[in-house]
């Protein structure tokens, strides 16, 4: 559990907003010097409102943007760095289940290609290890194996949360990113998907770092919660801490405005 | 009693067969009371309200039932009649604030044409006046200023806020709100439903609030009613539901959202059993 996966290190990224020609271009600061570690086997969540700079993090983290400063450290090396053959094992590492399972799968492809395309372009498998893996896959993730030569538009929210979890798990990820994965769905479904999410951490002793505005969600599923705020973080603690003595302001705000069933 | 809902009935017809959305369901309304409905997408929740409202387009049609609104069957008006009632009598808000309101037109403009359709007898000044007003009521800072503001300029937050004005501007005797809050963010939804328990208070207006989040029903509700696949399953007071819910498809819902401090951490939580026919239980009115 103590072993540290990431270390980042006065993480920045600004942005930059064109008001006009003769105008001086507006700097907003997505993320503003942050720092803190993510442990193997922890699920880690990142907490606050829209614009406070979470999903920037992640991009970060998955190498989609590039920081304006500071470093991430990932197993003491620093992955902005990565270039060529250690970028592409980098990329294997790391996956990411998105928020909206209507838009984040291509609506023309069968659910065993989309399952089965990580493994098409980052290994040398054969079409007929990669059905049999996908098939693993999809029961892992309690899908029907006669499910594979339907199409995404044939499911559910949760089913297609389901055929996104499949992906990313297809590479033997060590990280998975979850970016709000069940924002979207109804909350028994959410409840479905929850579970999974966390049976699946046991069985493949995967790490999660959760994005979510949800503090019920997160609350059930976290070991540490980064809360953020504008660019920066105002608290990181295990959960009991933070729901027990929540110290910044914007945290207790925040806990205060969750509409919660007491009793 | 404001409102009462008696064996509705609206059905979508298409090539596949009849899709019953709303299968004889029946409830009511009492005046300044907020009732909440509950249920997951394609439960009925969101067409029973637009039934209310008589907005059901085609290939639906409300086949049965009726519709009291004070002593008036609301199926059974005209037109012209129904479209003084939308509005003025019951007005309704929507769940995304950011493509309901008209992008092209001011703010202002938008809640005035509210009262240009249904106060007549206000004139151009009195109506601005009425819109600052307004305005002020639901919160917003400068409302003078605000008047000629675009939506685009205003965060989600405050477009509800615009969105409660226009609905608030004749001061309806009922609010229907379908998913007001599920766009936004937690600490501006828990304003957005301070704002509405504040003008039901302040107006005694009543509220049929629709929504799939049973924190918020905790939060706002009077009644509730908890609608599956067209039925209404089970209904109690708030307080009842809570405490005691008795039909299994309103305990499975309640189990399935993980409780801080309640729900043991990292556990399975209970989901509905897609397997189950929850039609099947005797239905719990109560």
Not at chain 1, 5 to 26: A, S, V, W
Request: hydrophobic share 40%; glycine share 6%.
């Amino acid at each position: 559990m103590s072993e540290i996966i990431y270390e980042i290190k006065n993480l920045k990224k600004y942005y930059e907003i064109n008001l006009g020609l003769f105008k001086k271009p507006k700097i907003v600061k997505a993320v503003n010097d942050i720092s803190f570690n993510v442990k193997k086997g922890e699920v880690l969540s990142l907490v606050g409102e829209s614009g406070c700079g979470k999903s920037t993090t992640a991009k970060l983290i998955l190498k989609i943007e590039e920081p304006t400063g500071g470093e991430i450290l990932f197993n003491g090396k620093d992955i902005t760095k990565f270039k060529g053959h250690e970028l592409e094992a980098y990329r294997k590492k790391v996956q990411i289940i998105f928020q909206d399972p209507y838009s984040s799968l291509n609506p023309r492809w069968k659910v065993g290609s989309i399952i089965g395309e990580p493994l098409k372009l980052n290994t040398k498998m054969k079409d007929i290890e990669i059905k049999e893996r996908v098939l693993y896959l999809m029961e892992k993730v309690g899908m029907h194996p006669d499910w594979y030569e339907r199409y995404p538009h044939q499911f559910s929210g949760g089913q297609r949360q389901r055929i996104g979890i499949a992906r990313a798990l297809a590479l033997n990820p060590e990280i998975i990113v979850c970016d709000e994965p069940v924002s979207a769905l109804d909350v028994s479904i959410q409840a479905q998907v929850l579970n999974l999410l966390l049976d699946l951490q046991k069985e493949f002793n995967l790490t999660y770092i959760f994005i979510s505005h949800d503090l019920s969600v997160v609350e059930h599923i976290s070991d540490r919660i980064v809360v953020m705020y504008f660019g920066d973080i105002v608290e990181l603690k295990s959960v009991d801490d933070l729901f027990e003595n929540p110290e910044a302001d914007y945290t207790k705000k925040l806990l205060s405005a969750i509409p919660t069933i007491k009793d | 009693m404001l409102l009462s809902v008696k064996n509705l009935k609206t059905y979508f017809y298409s090539d596949a067969g009849v899709n019953k959305a709303v299968n004889d369901v029946s409830f009511d309304i009492p005046k300044g009371k907020t009732v909440c409905i509950v249920g997951e997408s394609g439960s009925g929740k969101s067409i029973t309200s637009l039934s209310i409202m008589r907005l059901i387009d085609h290939p639906g049609e409300i086949e049965g039932g009726e519709i009291i609104f004070e002593d008036r069957d609301l199926l059974k008006l005209s037109d012209a009649q129904m479209r003084k009632v939308r509005g003025k009598e019951i007005s309704m808000i929507f769940q995304e604030p950011m493509t309901s309101l008209n992008p092209s037109y001011t703010v202002g403009y938008q809640i005035d044409e509210a009262l240009r359709l249904h106060q007549k007898q206000l004139n151009k000044k009195q109506r601005f006046e009425k819109v600052v007003e307004s305005l002020e009521l639901v919160g917003i800072h400068n409302p003078r200023e605000k008047y000629g503001e675009y939506p685009f300029k205003l965060s989600g937050g405050q477009r509800q806020r615009v969105m409660i004005a226009i609905a608030m501007a004749c001061e309806p005797k009922m609010l229907i709100a379908d998913e007001p809050t599920t766009a936004l963010d937690v600490t501006i939804q828990a304003q957005v439903l301070d704002l509405m328990k504040e003008l039901q208070d302040k107006k005694g207006t009543s509220i049929l609030f629709i929504t799939h989040d049973l924190g918020v029903v905790y939060q706002i509700a009077d009644e509730v009613v908890v609608m599956y696949k067209g039925h209404i399953v089970e209904k109690a007071s708030a307080e009842e539901l809570f405490k005691d819910p008795r039909h299994p498809y309103t305990k499975a819902l309640l189990h399935s959202i993980p409780i801080p401090g309640v729900t043991p951490r990292k556990s399975k939580l209970d989901t509905v059993d897609e397997n189950v026919d929850y039609l099947s239980f005797p239905k719990e009115i109560r």
